[in-house]
């Protein structure tokens, strides 16, 4: 009889220290290769950018789902009662734990206020740095791949914008925009014509920072190679030369964000952004500032404080996406 084969136990170590790896290898590849990535690592190892990420989730996911966990609706006139107007917050003596942050001069809850103002200076934000970047990428590709007059007049162009501080460019296409509008039609549009305004003042930034990575990539290898097999100029730019100069981009379009959040809050509160009705930050700090020394401080400090915050949280993001992504600063 032959003798049963017996375990070899340093096999089974080997075996075993093999099928180890193989146990991470059940996670998603694209998981595996961020977890290992620089940027990772640089983002754990700093905790004022995951405090940042932190707060700016919390802003984000508080006005995207304002509808369904905002204590009240401020835009249901049936839930508004005006006996409450003036509640202080619920910490303070006189305050009441139904409105934690009080209530405004309507008798609308402040933390509902804020969350459905953020969600207004939210997608103010976004679609306005949007806008921009299209419009800035798109000339600042052309113009540094193409050329020639076309880069000159789109340069002078943003050079001509760039001497006027961005705030006043918007100030004017919004008063220009409101003059052409029917009056019917000015409330319904309003926060259109901010977008388009505050869209259209800042695509130079991205023009200019577009070309000049346009103007490196255009002299490589990789775009000679394309034009020997016969690309055509629009396909090399596209899906050539784009994807490689989007990384600067993407940290102008992070900072973008906060300074276009910063743009609408002050447009609306000098009385020309989005409607008075509509509760933007930028609306809030403008009613909230009638009151401000006649004792309710929490009607414009709270709505300030919430704004502080999101802007402040955007920049650092953006500091620590900029300082990570340049390879001189790894």
Not at 142 to 158: E, K, N, P, Q
Not at 240 to 257: F, K, R, S
Not at 315 to 320: E, F, I, Q, S
């Amino acid at each position: 009889m032959s003798r049963p084969l017996q375990a070899d136990p340093t096999t089974n170590i080997e075996h075993e220290a093999v099928a180890a790896p193989g146990a991470k290898a059940t996670w998603p590849p694209f998981l595996a290769r961020a977890a290992d990535s620089d940027l990772f690592y640089s983002f754990r190892r700093s905790p004022l950018t995951i405090a940042a990420t932190v707060i700016t989730a919390a802003c984000f996911l508080s006005a995207g789902f304002a509808p369904w966990i905002a204590p009240h609706d401020p835009f249901d006139p049936a839930t508004l009662q005006l006996l409450d107007a003036f509640t202080p917050p619920a910490w303070v003596e006189g305050g009441t734990s139904r409105y934690l942050l009080g209530t405004d001069d309507q008798g609308r809850d402040v933390l509902s206020v804020i969350m459905y103002g953020t969600r207004i200076s939210l997608q103010v934000g976004l679609f306005a740095v949007l806008l921009a970047v299209v419009l800035g990428v798109g000339f600042g590709v052309l113009s540094g791949y193409v050329g020639g007059m076309v880069d000159t007049i789109v340069m002078r162009l943003a050079d001509i914008q760039l001497t006027m501080p961005s705030f006043l460019v918007a100030l004017m296409v919004n008063g220009v925009a409101r003059t052409a509008l029917p009056q019917h039609y000015q409330s319904e549009l309003a926060i259109f014509v901010l977008i388009f305004a505050i869209g259209i003042s800042e695509w130079p930034r991205f023009a200019r920072v577009t070309r000049g990575g346009t103007l490196v990539e255009k002299n490589k290898d990789y775009v000679a190679a394309a034009r020997i097999i016969g690309v055509h100029p629009g396909m090399i730019m596209l899906r050539h030369v784009l994807p490689n100069v989007l990384g600067p981009v993407l940290v102008l379009a992070t900072i973008g964000l906060a300074l276009a959040i910063i743009s609408e809050a002050t447009l609306s509160f000098l009385g020309v952004g989005v409607p008075p009705t509509t509760p933007s930050l930028g609306t809030l700090i403008r009613v909230g500032n009638n009151f401000l020394f006649s004792g309710e401080w929490w009607i414009t400090l709270l709505p300030v404080a919430a704004l502080v915050f999101l802007v402040l949280s955007v920049n650092v993001l953006g500091d620590w996406l900029r300082d990570a992504l340049n390879p001189k600063l790894r």
